[in-house]
């Protein structure tokens, strides 16, 4: 029996987890065979039914929420999609990043089922900042020594795999992506360092509760292997604690209801 999923906040409405890397969000025909979903998981662990009103990446690990009804599935999924939620993202690139940018690079959509070329493009930006770096002794390209950066990333906008490509197309791909990334790093970090995975983490995120209209802020940590690799590369000080916080609707100084993962 698999272990149950990480409840990071959860009331009467919704509920917030810490999907692992590697695991769908829900069934999907790109994912033929596959037996194992955040949905059906959470669902059987709650014992009720869960509604997903946004999406992580498979390979991504971090803050997803669920709402407990249709009713407010829909005011939750329409934050989204207006982009009125707040999303704050680790990931580990291949380089020296940008101390802070704002990327706005258009994107066509990548569904799979018709040529990229033929899907309009898409506004989107993403603005990034590099909380730490790390130079290895090591040849990994055509340089003596591999650079490797932190990025803190806050998507702007909702395009799939948006921060991978954003990042891939100014020079600085994450480390573990096969798709935007670059092989020889990708192979480096899996056999020298143990680390198998995409290095990006969605480790906060904000929005307005739907029935108190309080802003709900819920942080995750990282898993082990990501946790593990920052501290080898003396970045311990970035690490994210889980927990959450409800912040007044209004312009008052928040009131903090609880910092600690529900049980």
Not at 246 to 260: I, N
Request: glycine letters at 6%; a positive charge.
């Amino acid at each position: 029996m698999s272990a149950p999923l990480p409840i990071l906040y959860q009331d009467d409405t919704l509920v917030v987890i810490a999907k692992p890397s590697g695991l769908l969000v829900h069934r999907t025909a790109l994912a033929r065979g596959e037996t194992r979903f955040a949905l059906q998981l959470l669902r059987d662990q709650l014992g009720r039914h869960v509604y997903p009103v946004h999406r992580l990446d498979r390979p991504t690990s971090g803050v997803l929420v669920f709402a407990l009804s249709s009713e407010i599935a829909r005011p939750l999924g329409e934050a989204f999609a207006e982009q009125r939620v707040s999303k704050r993202y680790l990931a580990v690139v291949r380089g020296q990043g940008p101390e802070a940018e704002r990327l706005d690079y258009a994107l066509r959509e990548e569904d799979g089922r018709r040529p990229k070329a033929e899907m309009p493009a898409m506004e989107a930006a993403t603005e990034v900042r590099r909380l730490d770096s790390v130079e290895l002794p090591v040849r990994v390209d055509r340089y003596p020594s591999a650079r490797y950066s932190l990025m803190e990333a806050r998507p702007l906008t909702g395009r799939r795999h948006q921060i991978r490509r954003h990042l891939s197309r100014r020079g600085y791909p994450i480390i573990g992506d096969a798709r935007h990334g670059k092989g020889n790093h990708n192979r480096f970090f899996s056999e020298q360092l143990d680390t198998h995975r995409l290095l990006l983490a969605a480790v906060e995120l904000g929005l307005e509760h739907p029935v108190t209209g309080e802003r709900l802020v819920v942080n995750a940590g990282l898993e082990h292997d990501m946790t593990q690799l920052f501290e080898r590369f003396g970045w311990s000080a970035h690490l994210p604690c889980p927990g959450y916080r409800l912040e007044a609707a209004t312009a008052a100084p928040s009131t903090t209801r609880a910092t600690m993962p529900t049980p």
